[in-house]
DNA sequence: GTGATTCCAGACTATATAGTCTAGAATAAT
DNA sequence: ATTATTCTAGACTATATAGTCTGGAATCAC
């Protein structure tokens, strides 16, 4: 009956995330995402909508792509502690490219128009599912005792969601691995003072 | 012998910043800047030059009102973490317009054409300036015995470096207080427990 | 082959907006 | 009053770019 599609839309998506990730949403036009993308203008507006249409979809594939990838390290670590230490020193060791890119959520965060709500609560929900994930590992971390009872394990999770943008928004300005390592090794000091987050209220 | 100047240059550019600050650079259409302003078009072209010089201006003046806001912070407090809990305190108390605006130079790190190296360079070196008078004062911490000697006060510069712009993009998106103040009293713990950041070397 | 659909290439439209230019009024010194 | 300058208002230009539309080729089922 008819022509199928030709085009995987699942690779396109994600060429086309990934420009949006590299130049942001406003640098990415339609003209580079077509040729990143490796189809043409038709295909692009039948098969994802306009341009913000497909940027949302780029973040969604992004979300669930960085955080699977995020909850298997955490789980995958016996330690937590190691779980962090190999999230936030990876961040660290990542290329010049990959520092410069930053992270695809936290520009689209500081570029957004402040008016726009959706992209704002799609941020919203995504940070929340973050901290989720942080919050069951640290919990974890409780029980094994590598955190004190003391410790405020939601805090610790927003800690680390705080310290991952900043070290993103960092990396991006400068790729210098020694200087966020340094950074990552007093954040990790959570872990160990055992009494961290609680005397001082 | 000729009209002199009416408006305060001075006062003009605070106004361009503030809208920048609350829009960004994209945003922040002339049309937008001339009413903000309260000058016309030709007036702004003729002391300012175009919308870029007008930016990098407007940031140059953010710069110098913000660092030297943290310094005096920071020198007025005869304990360092006194300061410091001002700081982070201060900006997680903020109204939720102030933390809707976040920070100009954090949102033109994210908003900047990754091959703009003017904009990348002026804000590597106010983050160069900023890690400058955090390391002043935590040098003081040391000798004043707020910090063990084994704390490196480097180290701890761009930690709270980078935790106030982990803060910042955290606030812009939902401003929480209450979340902000857990993450400020997590960071705050680097000068309680007299052993942060060293021994895992 | 026919028909339905999808592809590409590129023309075309619409729109926003940065920047320039023009005209004329206001303000001061001489 | 004259002159030089700065102001406002707004017309005008140039440019980039998102989005639509057209034509024709390619690919499948029948």
Known sequence: MARPKEFDPERALAKAMNLFWRLGYENASLEALMKEMGIARQSLYDTFGDKRALFLKAMAHYRDQTNSQMQKMLNESPSVRDGFTRLLSGLAAETREQHERGCLLLSANLQRD?????????????????????LQALARAQRQEELSPND???ALSRFFVVTIQGMRAMARLKSDRKALEQVARVALAVFKSSNSASLSK
């Open 114 to 134: 402040p008016k726009d709500v959706v992209v704002r609560d799609f941020l919203r929900d995504n940070q929340a599912r973050v901290e989720a994930i942080f």
């Open 152 to 154: 405020d394990p939601v």
